[in-house]
């Protein structure tokens, strides 16, 4: 059996995706569902034909058969299947994993997404994001996403919390911490530099007007120092003030003395 599925993948990814999970959504269904995403999100696509191209596209029609699969405790064969959409999209995603509607990886090389991991609706990533745990715990040790999230390229959500709907993680970011809702989130490691984003992510998808959190706190401390700077120069004229008025204070009581000896 293995070998007739080696020849073709039962024909094809699609005729697997077919067979497996048309009972949950159907194939048409699916796929228009995928165009439907992939166009809204992606300017660079010119007709729906390009979406059959996309790495994002096979990866998930693998992905959706290999979580079929994996629910079913076929786990050999859904490893196989997440293994073969690894080598043809570069994109690993555990068949283990909770995925909702309307996903979408743009470029998508060098994504990872783990086992116990929890993906809202509406979420976009990419390429060079992992979605990874910490260490070798058990049960829950993958992050759980919420609705209308954007997770920018390079950047790494490590752990089991969760990034709240509508946040936004920055470039590069690595995000070992809890995520409140409507959060923009940068840096390493990753902290919050902006509450209650105005646009949902998704209908943005601005990956550069983002805080700089290493830039801010340099300006901060430049003013400090301003600051520090302009008050040291205001208590050396105080001072100044001072030593001169009891300058002139010890001469007048000089002069009284002589007058009086006189």
């Known amino acids: 059996m293995l070998d007739g599925v080696s020849r073709g993948f039962l024909v094809s990814s699609f005729a697997v995706y077919f067979f497996i999970v048309r009972g949950k959504m159907g194939l048409i269904q699916s796929i228009k569902e995928e165009i439907k995403v992939i166009r809204e999100r992606d300017p660079a696509i010119h007709s729906s034909l390009e979406v059959f191209l996309y790495p994002s596209f096979k990866a998930m029609l693998h992905y959706r058969a290999a979580h079929r699969l994996y ?10 299947v997440s293994q073969r959409a690894v080598r043809k999209t570069g994109i690993e995603i ?9 996903f979408f990886i743009d470029h998508g090389n060098g994504v990872i997404i783990g086992e116990t991991t929890v993906i809202g609706d509406n979420v976009t990533l990419y390429q060079g994001v992992t979605l990874g745990g910490t260490g070798k715990e058990h049960g829950k040790r993958h992050p759980t996403i919420g609705n209308n999230v954007m997770i920018s390229a390079g950047a790494k959500v490590l752990g089991s919390f969760t ?30 530099v902006k509450r209650n984003n105005m646009a949902l992510p998704q209908e943005t998808l601005n990956q550069t007007d983002l805080p700089d959190p290493v830039r801010e706190d340099i300006a901060a401390l430049q003013r400090s120092n301003t600051e520090l700077i302009n008050r040291v120069l205001e208590l050396e004229h105080k001072l100044k003030l001072l030593s001169q008025a009891q300058d002139g204070k010890a001469a007048q009581e000089e002069r009284i003395s002589e007058d009086r000896r006189k």
């Open 163 to 192: 990034i709240g709907d509508n946040s936004k993680i920055g470039a590069g970011s690595v995000v070992l911490e809890e995520v409140p809702p409507g959060s923009t989130v940068v840096g390493v490691p990753g902290r919050v």
């Open 71 to 80: 629910g079913k405790g076929h786990y050999f064969l859904a490893r196989w």
């Open 94 to 102: 555990h068949p283990g994993a909770r995925i909702g509607r309307g």
